[in-house]
């Protein structure tokens, strides 16, 4: 059985079933698949440690207790993989949250009987987060796949995560009795970071992981609102790291390209004054120079 039974509430359910994959907080398509990002992770995860000649992001994720915040993607279920002793993901919009917890109570789910050589949800979030896009996964429609692959890779991708939407909604109408949890220590919240320190009194991380939420479209994009979020931050991890990416402000593909990290007036998160005192470490080859930064409240 589960170390810990996921439950999921009726309105969660109804989301699920009904493939709500807007967020609520903003009206914008919620992140509950792996994306580039969380191959990368993966790759430095349970890459070779002799390649990684920069940051080894496992020393702070093995046998340690994580908090990710925001729950974007897969990064709760790779740090879970990788060794952490224990995995908290924590959001502020709820059909994230929903989608999280769904993924990990039927990690293990395939579809009905008849439809048993189909992937299961679990194996599809580690296709995704290994290969973009995926290839050979699904049993069906193979040449197609070999199509898409060559000449629309978005669409193949797109394929494996309405498999996923799907297996979900299957299993909330089908209801089984079957556990097909996955059995790592992960717990799912909904809040703001304020409502996660008062609920966590006397509990606190080790590390903790803040994807593409700082100085980025849609996330926290005010200067003061950064300091103030990781100023609370640091109140949960008084003895560990915060990883924190994309931390500077360059372009994908240095001179086209999307520029993530993009906070006027500076070049990169430990840039503001304010956060300098904190700031520990950083990788500048983190996911095509997007950057990790590593701060802590015991560097003050």
Not at 146 to 164: D, E, T, V, W
Request: aromatic share 12%.
């Amino acid at each position: 059985m589960s170390l810990d039974t996921t439950v999921l509430s009726a309105e969660e359910k109804k989301w699920l079933y009904d493939r709500h994959i807007t967020r609520i907080t903003d009206n914008q398509e919620a992140r509950i698949y792996p994306m580039g990002a969380e191959r990368f992770l993966s790759s430095k995860l349970f890459g070779n440690r002799k390649w990684q000649d920069a940051y080894d992001i496992r020393a702070d994720i093995e046998d340690k207790a994580i908090l990710v915040i925001p729950g974007y993607g897969n990064s709760g279920f790779l740090f879970a993989t990788a060794g952490a002793k224990s995995v908290t993901v924590y959001d502020k919009d709820p059909v994230t949250i929903a989608w999280m917890k769904a993924f990990k109570k039927y990690y293990h789910y395939r579809g009905p009987d008849k439809k048993k050589n189909f992937p299961s949800i679990g194996e599809l979030l580690g296709a995704l987060s290994s290969e973009y896009p995926p290839y050979g996964i699904l049993p069906t429609g193979k040449f197609r796949q070999i199509l898409l692959k060559l000449f629309n890779p978005q669409a193949l991708r797109r394929s494996h995560i309405y498999c996923m939407l799907l297996l979900v909604r299957q299993a909330i109408e089908k209801d089984p009795t079957e556990d097909f949890e996955f059995n790592k220590n992960i717990r799912f919240y909904t809040g703001e970071i304020t409502q996660l320190i008062e609920d966590q009194k006397n509990i606190f991380f080790d590390t903790a992981f803040v994807p593409y939420l700082l100085g980025v479209d849609n996330g926290i994009e005010e200067k003061q609102a950064i300091i103030d979020f990781l100023e609370h931050l640091m109140k949960l991890v008084p003895q560990g790291h915060v990883l924190i990416t994309p931390s500077r402000s360059t372009k994908e593909f240095r001179i086209i390209g999307k520029r993530y990290f993009a906070i006027s007036g500076y070049t990169s998160l430990q840039a503001i004054p304010e956060l300098q005192r904190y700031f520990m470490a950083e990788d500048l080859t983190w996911l095509d120079n997007q950057g990790l930064a590593v701060l802590g409240a015991t560097n003050v």
